[in-house]
T-cell receptor, first 111, second 116 residues
Framework: KQEVTQIPAALSVPEGENLVLNCSFT??????LQWFRQDPGKGLTSLLL?????REQTSGRLNASLDKSSGRSTLYIAASQPGDSATYLC??????????FGKGTTLSVSS | GAVVSQHPSRVICKSGTSVKIECRSL??????MFWYRQFPKKSLMLMAT?????????EQGVEKDKFLINHASLTLSTLTVTSAHPEDSSFYIC????????????FGPGTRLTVL
């Protein structure tokens, strides 16, 4: 059964720092991987979607990489801002199934 | 595009009553919808997969008679929590899948259910 793990569970950084969030999954036969952002009490905002054939995706200050063979993905956030404070969720999908989520990394960026 | 709405956004009910949550894909047809629940400070747990016109497939441990799912059209799925109890209090999020844009799942804003 697919399991998704995110490390660290929580992270606090000062404004302006670059940071990396890690995601690992046990079954490398994935269809795609998505990174989401969730603010407290709110729904999910999709940040980046990486297909299994892709190595990375970029959107603004965000860059997500995927190494399917090793079961790892990273989300790189450049020049962090207080508005980036949220919980970041990694999720993977295998063919014909729903997204399976990790427990998330809660990021706090102080000004 | 690819907007998913949920209604209501927040509901408070008494123990023993039933609550219906609607999930709509506003600008696309969703052949498949998913229902998740999320406890405080926990991740999203898949409850069931709903295909239009057929019975939902429930994940292990999810009571199908308690969480009734209906997917009557390509744009609407409903989740009814029957005889709700305080332990059913949670954040329920629906998601809809389209065959376009890389088969991506799009998520609704969630419904906060509180059972007194």
């Amino acid at each position: 059964k697919q399991e998704v793990t995110q490390i660290p569970a929580a992270l606090s950084v000062p404004e302006g720092e670059n940071l990396v969030l890690n995601c690992s999954f046990t079954d490398s036969a994935i269809y795609n991987l998505q990174w989401f952002r969730q603010d407290p009490g709110k729904g999910l905002t999709s940040l980046l979607l990486i297909q299994s054939s892709q190595r990375e995706q970029t959107s603004g200050r965000l860059n997500a990489s995927l190494d399917k063979s090793s079961g790892r993905s990273t989300l790189y956030i450049a020049a962090s801002q207080p508005g980036d404070s949220a919980t970041y969720l990694c999720a993977v999908r295998q063919a014909g199934t729903a997204l399976i989520f990790g427990k998330g990394t809660t990021l706090s960026v102080s000004s | 595009g690819a907007v998913v709405s949920q209604h209501p956004s927040r509901v408070i009910c008494k123990s023993g009553t039933s609550v219906k949550i609607e999930c709509r894909s506003l600008d696309f047809q969703a052949t498949t919808m998913f229902w998740y629940r999320q406890f405080p400070k926990k991740s999203l747990m898949l409850m069931a997969t709903s295909n239009e016109g057929s019975k939902a497939t429930y994940e292990q441990g999810v009571e199908k008679d308690k969480f009734l799912i209906n997917h009557a059209s390509l744009t609407l799925s409903t989740l009814t929590v029957t005889s709700a109890h305080p332990e059913d209090s949670s954040f329920y999020i629906c998601s809809a899948k389209t065959l376009f844009n890389g088969d991506e799942q799009f998520f609704g804003p969630g419904t906060r259910l509180t059972v007194l």
